[in-house]
């Protein structure tokens, strides 16, 4: 099973309004991932999480704020956000194990439109 | 950083037709990742090669990395309808000292048409 599951699947917010995106993954991986994409372009790295604990933000403005209550949770908080963020979100999970190959695996996507 | 350059940028083919993908690296590759996506949709693994020289496949879609590690295709023979879509190629961001920092190229469109 390799599933990484995320809701919501749209999500339509006002520049004043507070949301979170939710990602979901029970196959025991240690990483997960945020990735923000835009139309036509390919996805671009956020935010890292290794053992529930913040490895790498990408200069990420702070208006997003990622959390990982559980290794098998990973949230993203916003808040303010700008008609410029509207994009689809794309979670990852891979197992960080030394042992075999790091692939990630990706959820279907939170397409979110800021109005 | 890595920068991953693929071409063709899009490729309209006959269903039964083969074609070629192709992912050049500036720097040495050490981990290449072959993903498809549908518009608007996540990113499907297909295909992970590391060692120079290395070949993989899955059903009709074969993977190279060549000796020199710095360019990787992907061909699909007798391509299929469901073949369509985004084809993203993606590999360590730093050359392997970045652990999980994925950079893609620009993609390549597929369409297929019956």
């Known amino acids: ?115 | 950083s890595q920068e991953l350059e693929q071409s063709p940028q899009s490729l309209i083919v006959q269903e039964g037709k083969n074609l070629t993908i192709n992912c050049t690296s500036s720097k040495t590759l050490y981990g290449l990742y072959w993903y498809k996506q549908k518009y608007g949709e996540g990113l499907i693994f297909l295909m992970m090669l590391q060692k120079g020289g290395e070949e993989k496949s899955h059903e009709k879609i074969t993977a190279k990395l060549d000796e020199k590690k710095q360019q990787s295709s992907l061909h699909i023979t007798a391509s299929q309808p469901s073949h369509a879509g985004i084809y993203l190629c993606g590999a360590d961001k730093a050359g392997g000292t970045s652990y999980g920092k994925l950079t893609f190229g620009q993609g390549t469109i597929l369409t297929v048409h019956p």
């Open chain 1, 1 to 115: 099973d390799t599933e990484v599951t995320q809701t919501p699947k749209h999500l339509v917010m006002g520049m004043t309004n507070k949301k979170s995106l939710k990602c979901e993954q029970h196959m025991g991986h240690r990483a997960m991932y945020w990735y923000k994409q835009k139309a036509k372009k390919p996805p671009e790295l956020m935010f890292v999480y290794s053992y529930e604990k913040l490895s790498i933000n990408e200069s990420v403005p702070s208006r997003f704020s990622p959390e990982c209550p559980n290794s098998s949770l990973l949230n993203l908080h916003l808040h303010a956000l700008q008609p410029e963020d509207s994009a689809l979100y794309l979670c990852a999970s891979s197992p960080q194990d030394r042992r075999v190959p790091d692939t990630q695996y990706f959820g279907p996507g939170t397409r979110l439109t800021v109005l």
